[in-house]
């Protein structure tokens, strides 16, 4: 049975990078029948929020990742909080200790310092010496009596090459004299990362560890506490870590990095979804624009890059604007406007929201976008910039406006067509055509030089509202 999890900390937003490693997990899983298990390593007390946690999971939920085992759900590993299962870890810490695979260390953190820095200056690798390996009960007894608080150390073997072959990466072999024994337990009583990731990974019955190339470095260690305990060693896979588009490192620097930042600024989760599966994959043809199905038919572990992949944001874009235009029902895509136009102060009904959406779908890439593209449907009181004034001053642009204004001014309705047919009558009868036409129109309806279709833009907003815009226009450059 195919087991894999995704452990993330609760210290922050879920970032794109943890995203995308949530979704490997989750693609592997599916194409292969398997079970996703969402485990929140929340050892670290201080950087570690409930309310992170409940974020985490609701954007993964936004994204359309699900598991089938975790903290919000349960299931038959559990608990799945690692906050809950310090008794379990404590078992296992005092199981190494007996058989001699740990010991406690009184070294204080002054005295590490001086060594790591010796050893830096002689040009070692720094790691610790070893000294508290052998202590005798008397020593340790001294220790404690002076209040000194251990730390528990795995003990390393001697001269030992870790070997294992990455799904990803291939064969690894990484010699354990560039760590020596590494802590397990921290002066506060907490377990450290590379102990309890192994003992949930094996205690949750963890098949493939599928993670991020940073955590390469700690595999070699787990594998050491994987042996120690006498635990079946998973397989493992390390993603190609993600860079931005100058080839440094994908930070904040380089814009929205969080899964909630891209919500926020308009992204749909089809599109960022589609869009993370390709950072690090791709599919035998080369298709971009595939749904979750289509990934998780054709998603192959073999098929991962080693080499890193640059998050290209003006892709991403213009696939969020694929989904925008050709692949998102308008009902559901009004929905998940609703929210932005109302941000952008363009009240209306939802119904009307709907028509505007079919209005500009075309022309946006985000809902963010919405903000520019839908203004001419709402706002009625638009400014006119030295260019329009420049337009609307020339004799002939006031006399079209005038011309429609009279024209419509006795309608009670007005489509699109009928709209196109009084332009063509206006088109005769003042001999202007083409831009000359059109553009004084379009200032006096929307103050902007470009835009949606006038045809659309009138049937929509509708005559009274159309009539008004003429006669402010006409006011204004009369
Ligand atoms: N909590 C670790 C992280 O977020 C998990 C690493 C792992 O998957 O082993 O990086």
């Known amino acids: 049975m195919i087991r894999v999890r995704f452990a993330p900390s609760p210290t922050g937003f879920l970032h794109v990078g943890n995203a995308r490693t949530a979704l490997f997990n989750y693609l592997f899983a599916k194409h292969n029948n398997g079970k996703l298990i969402l485990r929140v390593e929340d050892t670290d007390k201080e950087r570690s929020k409930k309310e992170y946690e409940d974020m985490l999971i609701e954007d993964l939920k936004w994204l359309g990742i699900e598991w089938d085992e975790g903290p919000d759900i349960g299931g038959e590993y559990g608990p799945y909080r690692q906050s809950e299962r310090l008794d379990i870890y404590n078992k296992y810490i005092q199981e190494l200790l007996e058989k001699g695979h740990a010991y406690y260390c009184y070294c204080l953190p002054e005295e590490l310092e001086e060594e790591r820095k010796k050893a830096l200056a002689e040009g070692r690798p720094p790691r610790y010496s070893g000294k ?3 202590l005798t009960q008397e020593e340790k007894k001294q220790y404690e009596e002076k209040g000194i608080k251990p730390v528990v150390r795995f003990k ?5 090459i870790i070997v294992f072959d990455d799904l990803i990466k291939g064969h690894i072999e990484i010699g354990v004299d560039e760590f020596g024994d590494f802590v397990i337990v921290r002066q506060d009583g907490m377990p450290t990362y590379n102990f309890v990731v192994v003992v949930d990974d094996a205690l949750m019955k963890i098949s493939h560890v599928i993670r991020g190339e940073d955590h390469l470095s700690n595999t070699p260690k787990q594998i050491l506490i994987y042996e120690a305990l006498g635990f079946d060693i998973p397989e493992f896979a390390h993603l190609p870590i993600i860079l931005g588009e100058d080839r440094s490192k994908l930070s904040k620097r380089h814009g929205a990095v969080s899964v909630r930042a891209f919500k926020d600024e308009g992204y749909m989760p089809e599109a960022l979804f589609n869009f993370l599966s390709l950072l690090g994959w791709h599919p ?3 298709r971009e624009i595939l749904s979750k199905e289509e990934i998780i038919n054709e998603f192959d572990i073999k098929d991962i890059h080693k080499s890193p992949a640059v998050f290209d944001r003006t892709k991403l874009r213009w696939m969020n604007g694929v989904y925008i235009r050709e692949i998102i029902p308008l009902e559901e895509l009004t ?9 952008f102060g363009y009240i209306g009904s939802f119904d009307y929201y709907k028509k505007v959406m079919q209005a500009i779908r075309d022309s946006i890439e985000t809902l963010m976008d919405i903000k520019e593209r839908a203004r ?6 638009f400014e006119f910039d030295d260019k329009a004034k420049e337009e609307l001053s020339n004799e002939t642009a006031y006399k079209v406006i005038q011309t429609l204004y009279e024209k419509i001014k006795d309608r009670d309705t007005l489509t699109g067509e009928e709209f196109k047919k009084i332009m ?7 001999k202007v055509k ?11 309806l929307t103050g902007e030089h470009s835009g949606v279709g006038l045809d659309i833009l009138v049937e929509v907003i509708g ?3 159309v009539k008004k815009r003429l006669q402010r226009a006409l006011e204004y450059f009369g």
């Open 463 to 465: 005559i009274e509202r």
């Open 434 to 444: 083409g831009r000359q036409l059109y553009h004084p129109v379009r200032i006096a």
């Open 335 to 343: 929905k998940r406007a609703e929210p932005f136009f109302k941000g």
């Open 132 to 134: 508290c390996r052998h």
């Open 424 to 430: 063509k009558e206006i088109q005769k009868e003042l």
């Open 156 to 160: 390393v073997p001697d001269g030992r």
């Open 284 to 286: 035998k043809e080369d």
């Open 376 to 381: 001419p449907f709402f706002v009625d009181e």
